[in-house]
């Protein structure tokens, strides 16, 4: 069931988070040009596109590395879930930003007339059989092929029209198209610069990145491990008034615990609807409402009031020792399961 | 994000860092040695 359906759905929260957003790509690339040019002032129309291509290309591989932080930092911990929140913005920004780098490197060979060689290079280079020497725009290429695909169909109406679980297969493409941006840098900058500067930013970036997807994944793995059959939530009050903590079961499966007053339920925290992240969202007027579309479910049983059929999987709560716990294994969906724990 | 979308995730995310964390100190190992210093004039 939805509150309503609007195709692009602002909001203020939205508004500020692409204008912070904005903010910050042209804060970045005004500073590194301005000190690029400071450092190294640009002789002639070449060594300014040249500038430039840094300064976006640097540009859009931190977007890329900070959009690929999101996700596990959020599971980390709740105060980056405003990160989440309208992060394929952030991703559509991320290709824009990698576009005018891409136009830039053309852009440096038309003005020096040299735009057949920028097509040898792609088609007909020998350095295709080699490590050092490949070559690199055809992985810069490739990446921003793999940007356009994402940003393309990053509109809901995507996410319907190929199914949640396509969606997001093609979405994973992300970390693959990560990989061949750091080997595009490792290749290409790392070997014409010799500073040490590169590789500790490019090796960091990727280490980041990797070890926050490892901790995200050991704190679940530990979470799921600490009681064999009912997961710990913690304290009533622990639990934000009319919003969830997030718990998972040792199969993977992720269980939104809500409490609204003195009453505490869990549900999956895979809408009905296109999978949204239920966990993320909070009670409106009572029932536990989806932060993607608006679809809202009873907590009590998990059922869509009524003309709606929607349901969804419920789970066992219960109050030990002033401690909420959940029962892992999920209940038929509709199944009455939410507790009263008396005066909140 | 569905168990079958994680239990992929989990499979393909290490190999693939480990493929790009190679190539990376691969590229790292093997480039080429700094230019060296052009002799000045010596002084008379």
């Not at chain 1, 020497?133 to 921003?144: N, R, V, W």
């Not at chain 1, 319907?160 to 297969?169: C, D, E, N, S, V």
């Amino acid at each position: 069931m939805s509150a309503g359906f609007s195709a692009v759905q602002w909001n203020r929260r939205k508004l500020i988070y692409d204008g912070i957003l904005i903010a910050g790509v042209v804060l970045f690339i005004g500073t590194f040009m301005t000190l690029g040019a400071l450092r190294n002032p640009p002789a002639d129309m070449p060594a300014w596109i040249n500038l430039r291509i840094k300064a976006f290309g640097t540009c859009a591989f931190v977007m890329l590395t900070i959009v690929l932080t999101i996700g596990p930092l959020a599971r980390l911990s709740p105060r980056f879930l405003p990160l989440l929140y309208n992060r394929r913005h952030f991703g559509v920004l991320t290709f824009l930003v990698a576009l005018v780098h891409a136009y830039s490197v053309v852009d440096w060979f038309a003005v020096q007339g040299a735009t057949a060689d920028l097509m040898n290079e792609m088609v007909a280079s020998p350095g295709y059989g080699k490590f050092i020497g490949f070559p690199i725009k055809a992985l810069g290429l490739f990446g921003l092929t793999v940007l356009f695909l994402l940003a393309a169909t990053s509109h809901d109406f995507w996410l319907a029209f190929l199914t949640p679980r396509i969606w997001k297969t093609l979405h994973m493409a992300l970390y693959v198209a990560y990989g061949v941006l750091v080997m595009h840098v490792a290749l290409g900058l790392m070997q014409e610069n010799r500073r040490i500067f590169i590789p500790i930013f490019l090796g960091g970036s990727f280490a980041l990145v990797a070890l926050l997807h490892i901790a995200a994944a050991w704190r679940e793995r530990e979470a799921a491990q600490e009681h064999d059959r009912w997961l710990v939530v913690g304290a009533p009050d622990s639990i934000p008034e009319k919003t969830a903590r997030i718990v998972t079961a040792p199969d993977g499966e992720r269980i939104a615990v809500f409490r609204d007053g003195n009453q505490i339920g869990a549900l999956t925290n895979l809408c009905a609807h296109q999978n949204g992240p239920l966990g993320e969202g909070c009670i409106v007027n009572g029932l536990v409402t989806c932060p993607w579309h608006g679809y809202q479910y009873r907590l009590e049983d998990g059922c869509a009031p009524p003309p709606f059929t929607e349901k969804l999987a419920t789970y066992r709560v219960r109050l030990r020792d002033g401690v909420i716990e959940v029962d892992p294994n999920a209940l038929p969906p509709g199944t009455k399961a939410a507790i009263h724990i008396g005066p909140a | 994000m569905t168990r079958g979308h994680r239990t992929f995730h989990r499979l393909v995310w290490p190999v693939l860092a480990l493929i790009v964390a190679l190539g990376f100190t691969m590229a790292l190992v093997k480039r080429p040695p700094p230019e060296p210093p052009t002799q000045s004039e010596p002084a008379k």
